[in-house]
């Protein structure tokens, strides 16, 4: 086998037969089999994925699972030398696999890929290719100086180019490196693995790869957006978790509370401006 498909699903039935769909669509001579993760959705989804796509292999979780546990619970069945983590609200198209198995199969030194993920307006998601966020780019994002950090890549969008980290809603890292460092961090409910992930692929001696020849649509927030404040909680929560991962033990106590103190507002001023706001955001 050389691709396993895992989608999670969480109440998304609709994007999630219009992201089937587009999988099935694919054109490509590599072998790929496709794992939808369901956290115990309440829309009909499970039935819908029985009724209209049964080459899929169901995992029927007992509850909400989050991001980390429910991706886990598929990734410890992937059968294939790949695997791709790909999010319910995103579209391929017809060479997206293709194109990226070769990419994989040419770059040994590439332990994970992303791709050029669209939003529906065209605009690029700035989110698939990253910096890895640190105090310094956390501080000048939060007091509006965007355009001083360097935490997202101003790189031209169609250059190939080795990034920090690429988005979880397309994902794709190889089974034996995946051996080398484990699974998904499940202390991440949702939002932070992907940056993880990437962090212990690049410690591991790989390259995070960037390759915008490979095109996706994204259809952002198609479960956050069912449970907004729940999901802005669990947003800051996930930067609390990898800066005490990954950067705590550099600085003294007292920096680390400020770093933490600084999260907490971030959360709060986001909570605010949403109350004004017909269009909620997590960020």
């Not at 695997?83 to 994970?112: C, P, Q, W």
């Not at 605009?123 to 994002?141: G, I, Q, S, V």
């Not at 490979?214 to 198609?222: F, L, R, S, W």
Request: aromatic share 12%; hydrophobic share 40%.
């Amino acid at each position: 086998m050389d691709l396993t498909i895992i989608i999670l699903n969480y109440n998304t039935k609709d994007l999630l037969r219009k992201c089937l769909k587009s999988v099935f669509a694919s054109h490509t001579n590599f072998q790929f089999e496709v794992l939808v993760s369901d956290n115990e959705s309440q829309d009909g989804s499970q039935e819908m994925i029985g009724a209209e796509f049964p080459e899929v292999k169901l995992i029927e979780n007992n509850a909400n699972l989050g991001f980390s546990k429910g991706n886990n619970a598929a990734l410890r069945l992937a059968q294939g030398r790949y695997s791709l983590l790909l999010n319910s609200d995103t579209e391929v198209k017809s060479n997206t696999f293709d194109l990226s198995i070769r990419y994989m199969n040419l770059h040994a030194e590439a332990g994970a890929m992303g791709c050029k993920v669209l939003l529906p307006n065209g605009e690029l998601d700035e989110a698939c290719r990253r910096k890895f966020p640190n105090p310094r780019n956390a501080f000048l994002r939060l007091f509006g100086l965007r355009k001083f950090s360097n935490y997202n890549i101003t790189r031209p969008i169609d250059q190939e180019t080795e990034v920090d980290s690429v988005m979880g809603a397309y994902l794709m890292i190889r089974k034996s490196v995946m051996d080398q460092i484990g699974l998904l961090d499940e202390d991440f409910f949702m939002y932070g693995e992907d940056l993880d992930w990437c962090w212990r692929v690049k410690e591991a001696g790989y390259k995070v790869m960037y390759y915008p020849q490979v095109v996706i649509t994204h259809y952002k927030y198609g479960s956050a957006q069912l449970v907004p404040f729940r999901t802005i909680k669990l947003a800051h929560d996930a930067m609390k978790i990898f800066y005490r991962k990954h950067y705590a033990q550099k600085y003294n106590r007292l920096f680390n509370q400020l770093v933490y103190l600084g999260i907490n507002l971030r959360m709060f001023l986001v909570l605010v401006v949403n109350l004004f706001r017909n269009k909620k955001s997590v960020h």
